[in-house]
Structure formats: structure tokens, C-alpha cells
DNA sequence: TAAATTAGCGTACAGTTGTAAGCTGAGATA
DNA sequence: TATCTCAGCTTACAACTGTACGCTAATTTA
């Protein structure tokens, strides 16, 4: 193995160690460098032949999270594709992820309230692109105006995020409640915008 | 001074030096037991005398907040018999509650989807508290089915408080658009209750 | 092959943490 | 007045933190 894979791997301990601590209860910022280095095997001191700091470590760790985030959106579109409602498709998709990735979810969510408003804006910027795709998503798909677009899919998101929270600390059963109550909520919204829209069709006239 | 109004008036002071601390970007659980001793002006040890652990602290600490959003609540209410719309009222009045009490919302916030399960629970209930308020409110108000107004007012705190955050670290003018495009969220929720319940209006039938 | 680079290690230090133990002095009670 | 209670204090300790410093050994480069 040569060093530059060598070192990649570590890379890929550390990065996977710091997963591991967050799948407990604990935040970024109430991991400790060393806890991290124990983790990945490796000395304390080892850490910094790697990351200048335990930020830089989470900057990565919220940018892996959000490429999962941005996969998971095109999961989802193959899946509406190949036929089903977008809503129910969609949210189901993304309850899967959670329950799949609920690690990267949570560390999301939590650095999203976070301390560290390096990482708040960090997770802002992964939702602004997840919000983004989705106002392009409607425009193109409902033909409803740009504005009013935009506004859905902020609202839309909002409600998955938040309902996102719940079903991290949920069973099964009660998973399958929020989902459902989700999809009726998403429904009032979409509802909502259309006939808003029909009331006032051209709010820049 | 009575010896039971000086233990008032110190337990007073952990909670005022506790806050005093959340306003940095801290955590309850990223202050330290000696920290809130140190801002309450007492020695460490001392703090025993008043709260059996920092967890018994914050929990306090989040049934304080839970009774400022009650607050919150009846001084929309009072405003909104006062006339004003509805949305527009209860929005305005809760932007400037979280300016007024930016360190007392955040605490909600960050332990909402904090590290400590008790604190995440607790904060959970107050929103639940918010959550039905509202949705008892829409029922006199607007006539509303139960099921369709608990859906109702459940998707529309989410959002409230969803921009709540964003609105906690914006200027003055980023606040203002964030007020005006909740507002419009909301009223999409509105119309789309209403429109879904139209279209269907005995779901038991 | 000889020299240079560098991932990882061990040691060390100053700072912080929670909290146990026991003392003091002032308010409460009899 | 004499006794009791108890809020707050000081001291102490073991555990943990981040990170500076210098060494080693193996890979890479010349």
C-alpha cells in the first residue's frame, strides 16, 4: 500500500471514528480530538497529520452529510420516474434515508442549532441546494410562477425537516404516523399555492 | 433578608448566569457546573445547595422557557382580539418575542435537537403545548374538523418555528423578508386546509 | 544507493472539569 | 440564651482536555 493510500485510509478511520461518536448522543463540538484519535487507532497527536482542527474534521463531516442529502434527492426523482405520487414517493424516500443514514441526519440537524455558526451556515447551504433543486422541481413540473415556486418548496422543506426530527427518535408505528401526517401537510401546502396562484396569476401586474 | 429569600435570590442567580451563558453560542451541555457557579458570583460546591446535578438546572431551565412561550401564546391572542389579521398578528407578535428573548428561544431550539434525551422530551412537550393551543383556536375560530385542524396547526408551528431559527441570527431587514414569506406560507396552509377540506368534508363518513 | 519526506508515536504540561470532605458563621428554633 | 440548621466557603484530587516537542521508521525521490 502506498503512503498517499495509506493515508487515505486513516483519513477514512478518523472520518468513520467521528460517525461512530456521533451515533451516541453527542454533538460535534462535545467530541473530543482525542476521543476521535482513539477511535480511528491512532495516537492523539496523529490526528493533526490529517486535520489542522476538530473544525476542519466537522466542515468534512457536514460536507459528506450533505452529499448523501444531495444523492438522496436523486433517488428520489429516479423513483418518481418509474411512476407513484411524487409526495408519497418522496417522503418515503427520504424516511428511508433517515432510518438508513440517521446518523447523517442527525448530525445535520443538530449543527443546523448548532454552536458553531461555521457549521450553521455549512448545513444552511445544504438545504438552500436541497430547497433549490425542489422550487426548479415545481416550476418546471406544476408550471406554477417562480415566486410563488419558491415558496413551496421553502415551505415543503421546512415541514420534512421538522417532521424529519421526530421520526429520528421514533418506532416503527409512529414513524408511519408522521409520514402520513407529513404527506397530508406537504398536500395543504401544494393546495395552498395553487390556489393562491389561481386567485392572483400574475402578482407582478 | 430572610435566610429562605437569600436561597432564592442565589438560585435566581445560577438561572440569570445560565442564560447569561446560553447567550454565547453555547449548550446546556457545553457549560460547565463551575462556569454558571463562577457568573452566579458563587463557589463551585455551593451550587450543589440549590440543584442536584446541571441536568436539574437545565430542565429548569427549558420549563422557564416553556412558560415564556405560554406567555407569548395569550399576548397574541390578546392582540389579535384587538383586531388585525390573524396570521399577520400572531407572526409579528412571535418575531418580536424571539428579538426580545433571542437567548430563551435558542435554548428551546438548540435542545430541541440537543444531545441530552430528557431536555429533547421536555422542549417536545412545550411545542406540543403550542401545537394544541393553535389547533383548539382554529377549531372555534374557522370551524375546522379536528383531524384536518390538528394537521393544520401542527404544519404551521413547524414553520414558525423552522423560520423562528433562521430569523434568530438575520438583521433587521433579512427578519422582515423572513416575516413576509412565513406569512404567505402560512396563509398556503390556510387555503389548503380549507380548499382539502371542501373537497372532502366528512373524512369519517 | 543516499537523502529527504512524513505518518505516526511517546512524553510532557498547563488548564479545566465534577465533586468529595469538612469548616464557618449567620439565621431559625426552642 | 443555647442549640440547631444549612448556605456558602476552601482545599483537594483524579480524570480529562488540546497541543508543543522531538523521535522513529518507512516510503519517496534524486
Known sequence: MSRQEQKQKTRQNIIAG????????????????????????IAPTSFYRHFKDMDELGLTLVDEAGLALRQLMRQARRRIASGGGVIDTSVDTFMEFISANSNVFRLLLREHTGTSAAYRLAVSREIQHFTDELSDYI???????HDIAVLQAESMVRLVFS???????????????????????????????????????????
Open 18 to 41: 467521528a460517525f461512530q461518536l456521533l451515533n451516541e448522543n453527542r454533538t460535534l463540538s462535545a467530541i473530543s480530538l482525542r476521543e476521535v484519535a482513539r477511535e480511528a487507532g
Open 139 to 145: 416550476i418546471e413540473q406544476l408550471r406554477i410562477p
Open 163 to 205: 417532521a424529519g426530527a421526530d421520526a429520528l427518535e421514533a418506532d416503527t408505528i409512529l414513524k408511519n404516523d408522521i409520514s402520513d401526517r407529513l404527506k397530508r401537510q406537504l398536500r395543504f401546502i401544494q393546495l395552498g399555492s395553487l390556489a393562491y396562484w389561481q386567485t392572483m396569476p400574475d402578482p407582478q401586474a
